[in-house]
């Protein structure tokens, strides 16, 4: 059993909660049970180490069985030492270590995708993680996040995925006018979500998304630039009917995504 929380290898799984050591490591951070079971049952190769305190991995068995058949070794931490490594403040007793899962913009557009969550200057991980897992359940093919969006694998976008990160491709620090042209040449076409754009029930009536779409997102407080709007096919608004000022870049998205996956299958 790891005993001591400042020993090497603890300090080296805590360190992943910083940008620059999963950057030089290649590694990144699992927290809880759902997404590390995600991560066996979906991406097994990539986990690379499991600890537990002794009574989350006896209640999780079958988290020890999936790691058995990964050829991963569980090991047995004390809670100080799981609270030392974990970034949450209170962890749930189960931590993984997992290789990054890189993907290219060009093999997204390459597999003919139906439907594609562009994330540009999204920095906020909480959102970004719960476009992914939005972008998951309405059967999207995969998402891009441009280099000027926050980390795919810092540790809360990680946790608001709840496991989706293994479940569709992601790729991250593409830019934006080459995610586009990518798009353009695969048939893709691209809507912006937009506040000045056309009703989205409009783009329903006239058939619009029943094509194969990449909706591009923008940054939550600015959302995206004229520039990149002008970049897109159409630029499309969720109505807002009462009075909410705004609604949460999240919820947006997973309005559009939801729309397009239900045109998609009449």
């Not at 600890?51 to 991963?72: C, E, I, M, Q, Y």
Request: aromatic residues 4%.
């Amino acid at each position: 059993m790891i005993d001591n929380p400042r020993s090497p290898r603890v300090r080296a799984v805590a360190k992943l909660a910083k940008r620059e050591a999963r950057t030089d490591t290649g590694l990144f951070l699992l927290e809880g049970p759902q997404a590390v079971a995600e991560a066996f049952a979906y991406a097994p190769d990539s986990v690379i180490d499991l600890f537990g305190t002794p009574s989350a991995l006896d209640k999780h068995s079958d988290l020890a069985r999936a790691a058995a058949d990964a050829g991963v070794e569980p090991e047995y931490v004390t809670e100080q030492v799981l609270d030392a490594m974990a970034d949450t403040v209170t962890p749930q007793g189960i931590v993984a270590v997992a290789r990054q899962l890189p993907t290219s913009v060009r093999d997204i557009f390459r597999a003919a995708p139906r439907l594609v969550a562009i994330l540009e200057e999204v920095r906020d991980p909480g959102n970004a993680g719960t476009i992914i897992r939005a972008a998951d359940a309405a059967g999207a093919d995969a998402v891009i996040l441009t280099g000027r969006s926050v980390d795919l694998y810092h540790p809360k976008v990680v946790r608001s995925t709840t496991g989706s990160l293994f479940h569709l491709p992601v790729a991250t620090g593409a830019i934006l006018e080459n995610v586009l042209e990518r798009a353009a040449e695969a048939g893709v076409q691209v809507l912006a979500a937009d506040i000045d754009g056309d009703d989205l029930l409009t783009a329903r009536r006239e058939g619009l998304l029943e094509r194969p779409t990449a909706w591009l997102f923008g940054n939550e407080a600015r959302g995206l630039s004229d520039e990149h709007v002008a970049l897109a096919d159409r630029s499309i608004a969720v109505p807002i009917y009462g009075r909410a000022e705004s609604m949460n870049l999240a919820t947006a998205a997973s309005v559009c995504l939801y729309e397009s996956a239900f045109a998609q299958r009449p």
